[in-house]
């Protein structure tokens, strides 16, 4: 198998993951349009006052205007979650094929150790290996370049947008985002060290076991029953004490984000409030601003 997981990935699904980006890209411009939208309707649709509204050659009342951009915003969202409906179930089925190519390739390579190795190697492991451990690489193998491109694509649409209805309020999205990037790694980096040593345990504990059970008759023959129960003891336990770090850091990234998820809205409804009243910002625009926020936050 190859040294990086990208080159492996890239390698047998290139042409899959250029798709991907493809149909990534297309999803952009119907944001952007999901966010306009709202605001031409309250502004123009709802407290326009000059009508009729031409538009595409055609005459509209302010009814007709209101009922053409409402319906225009529901078609903007149905494209949406159509493009990203399309994204996740190619993403799925590429990410089930390499997983299987992975399993194959893996066992192919294991079968293919000298006697005295293949010996040597649990069962057990292998098939921890293989079924349990492998099977969280499926969705990553599928999101490892198109997830980059959505979600900072998406990040950039979003706060562009954001911008370009008020600097200001734009900026202060952007100020939470310095410390997140600098704590939430380091604290994520951690759960993946301590989701290694509790692989590393539960492939010991699946060895033990193994062990015991193929050689039973031996490990009663000398009694050693207690003895490997208590092995396996030690090992649950040392595996419930990572479980309970993995929890604890889990929860407390979520609770970082959440805070500071929290705070961009007082900073919106604050300076925006402000602008509103004192008319250099429409009430559209606000509106618009918080709905990309809202998708702005994932």
């Known amino acids: 198998m190859a040294e990086r997981m990208t080159s492996f990935v890239w ?8 798709t991907l980006l493809a149909i990534t890209l297309c999803s952009f411009p119907i944001i952007w349009m999901t966010l306009e ?8 649709a709802i407290g326009g006052e000059d009508f009729p509204v031409e ?17 225009a915003y529901l078609t903007a969202i149905a494209g ?9 179930m190619q993403r799925g089925i590429l990410g089930e094929r390499m997983l299987r190519r992975m399993r194959f390739d893996l066992f192919r390579r ?9 010996k040597e190697t649990s069962p057990g492991e292998l098939v921890q290996l293989i079924s349990a451990e492998l099977a969280p690489i499926g969705d990553f193998i599928g999101a490892i370049i198109v997830t980059p491109e959505a979600q900072g694509g998406s990040f950039l649409v979003y706060l562009g947008f954001i911008i370009a209805q008020n600097p200001l309020i ?3 999205t952007l100020a939470r985002y310095p410390l997140q990037a600098w704590l ?7 759960v993946v060290a301590m989701i290694r040593l509790r692989l590393i345990n539960i492939r010991a504990m699946a060895r033990e076991i193994n062990e015991s059970i193929d050689g039973a008759t031996e490990v009663r023959a000398l009694r050693a029953r207690r003895w490997h129960m208590a092995i396996v003891s030690r090992q649950l336990y040392d595996n419930y004490k990572i479980r309970r770090r993995i929890f ?20 919106i409804f604050l300076i925006g409030g402000y602008f509103v009243i004192e008319g250099q910002l429409d009430i559209g625009a606000l509106t618009a601003v918080l709905i990309a926020y809202k998708d702005l936050a994932a």
Do not use: W
Not at 55 to 71: K, S, T, V
């Open 55 to 71: 538009m595409f050659g055609y005459e509209f009342e302010q009814i007709e205007y209101l009922l053409a951009l409402c319906f």
């Open 248 to 267: 604890i850091l889990k929860f407390l990234i979520k609770f970082v984000n959440n805070v500071a998820n929290h705070l961009t809205p007082f900073f």
């Open 184 to 190: 939430i790694p380091k604290l994520q980096a951690r």
């Open 37 to 44: 939208l709202p605001k031409v309707i309250i502004n123009d």
């Open 170 to 172: 734009g900026a202060a």
């Open 110 to 118: 294991v079968m293919g150790r000298p006697l005295r190795r293949l």
């Open 80 to 88: 949406n979650y159509g493009v990203k409906f399309v994204q996740n």
């Open 11 to 18: 390698r047998h699904s290139a042409r899959e993951q250029l």
